[in-house]
């Protein structure tokens, strides 16, 4: 069973950066590159969104409004994934989520929230102005 597991999240002034990591465990040795990761974030009241992702052949994917800001990477070594944030803003408050499906070899790109099949507990960011 695939567990992942958000860490970094944090209170931060605008302009600040911050870097969220996603453990991923019960996957076997750098095995994370099989699988298509994101970031997702919610705010109450308001559906999740996806904030970036990477596909398993290493195509990415930035939201618009964090284009140029937020940078996803990942550790196949360390089986992590990663969300550098710069340039944080105050509506970048949110609930970040890392979530996972495993789509090597295959012709599926998840996209929106019922795509995926992995989920973390969420790490909180907040951004003061």
């Known amino acids: 069973q695939v567990r992942l597991v958000e860490s970094g999240g944090g209170s931060v002034q605008a302009g600040g950066s911050l870097r969220l990591s996603c453990a991923a465990s019960g996957l076997a040795y750098s095995d994370i590159y099989r699988y298509c990761m994101a970031w997702f974030r919610q705010v109450p009241g308001k559906e999740r969104e996806r904030v970036a992702s990477?596909?398993?052949?290493?195509?990415?994917y930035n939201l618009d409004s964090v284009k140029g800001r937020f940078t996803i990477s990942r550790d196949n070594a360390r089986n992590t994934l990663y969300l550098q944030m710069d340039s944080l803003k105050p509506e970048d408050t949110a609930m970040y989520y890392c979530?996972?499906?495993?789509?090597?070899?295959?012709?599926?790109?998840?996209?929106?929230?019922?795509?995926?099949?992995?989920w973390g507990l969420g790490t909180q960011v907040t951004v003061s102005s």
């Open positions: 990477m596909d398993s052949d290493g195509g990415r």
């Open positions: 979530a996972a499906r495993y789509c090597f070899g295959g012709t599926l790109r998840p996209r929106t929230e019922s795509d995926f099949t992995y």
